[in-house]
């Protein structure tokens, strides 16, 4: 047996003690578009042949549905994140991938979903609306997940962000691998690598070989460019993936955004898109000198500045509300983290362009006064 005919089957295994036994038992809805293929004349689907007449829109056929999990676009993802097509997922964002992740292993008020604090908020939420029981286990003091308290907890799913959001910190891939490892029998471990482009670091997708119950979520929101597109990425065993495509949406992705999404991949845009990640890295590493600067000068209101691997800073200042009051005033818009756990008068600044973290910086100068 080839090593990954014994990781299928090891997934497989899993899935029986992971997924909801009543997603794995049903055998999901097929469209029309997926159990037919081309034809000259398609009367299968309901749809309209007349199109409406829009200038730019090109042959996108819009009065057809689209293709569930469009071929050009999955094969790009897969080359671009180094797994196989049957490895990953597209989805409308990654907060697609972690709804259906939370929806197809957890049973209202039975199954656990864990995720560590301060985070990303659509954890709690998605896991909030699908009636999960949610353990929220605070990263340590120095942001790494409390391995032994995530263990102990024995959770259907647990979520990390890497780099997190928003503490900008990468986790350690080690106490990563020791989560796999250690709920390797009943639980998936989610790295959500939302930020990792600028982050300077591998993937954690090459362990996906290793690990059955390893997955990853990676977006084109961030790092690409493209959140209006909405579109993300799951990477998993491929038995995790076909558990998923049984209960996505129909049709996860509109035609013109499998389109736009398939142009701005293309080999001159990536060069583009690289270009605009280094200049964002290099902006970031200015703007955190920059404000660490003021903070040595102003220690009292700009008291902390975090580093970062994402593509925002954390700060902490004297008072919080005041300061995300008083840029909106100034036309800033800035997003305080005040409610999380640890974060007291704490404020995640996005990096923008040269000129808007220029006037990022003059406002922070003024108010720091
Ligand atoms: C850590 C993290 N994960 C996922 C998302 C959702 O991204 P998407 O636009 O792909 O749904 C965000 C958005 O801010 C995020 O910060």
Known sequence: MSSSALRNSDATALLQRVARPEILAMSGYVSARMEAGAAEVILNANENPYAPQLDGVGDWQINRYPPPQPEQVLAQLAELYGVTSAQLLVTRGSDEGIDLLTRACCRAGVDKVVYCPPAFGMYAVSAGIQGALIDAIALTDDWQPDVDAIVAAQPKLVFLCHPNNPTGNLMQPHRLLALCQRLSEQTLVIVDEAYIEFAGVPSMATELRQHANLVILRTLSKAWGMAGLRCGAVLADAAIIQLLRKIMAPYPLSIASQALVAAALADAQQVIARAHITTLVQAREQLFADLTALQRRQPELLQTVWPSAGNFLLVQVA???????????????????????????????????????????????????
Do not use: W, Y
């Not at 005041?322 to 005040?338: H, M, P, Y």
């Not at 040269?354 to 910086?361: D, G, I």
């Open 319 to 369: 008072d919080a509300d005041k300061l995300v009051r008083t840029a909106a005033d100034a036309g800033i818009l800035l997003r305080n983290q005040s409610r999380q756990p640890g974060l007291h008068n704490c404020v995640r600044i996005s990096i923008g362009t040269a000129a808007e973290n220029r006037r990022l910086l003059a406002f922070m100068e003024t108010f720091c006064q």
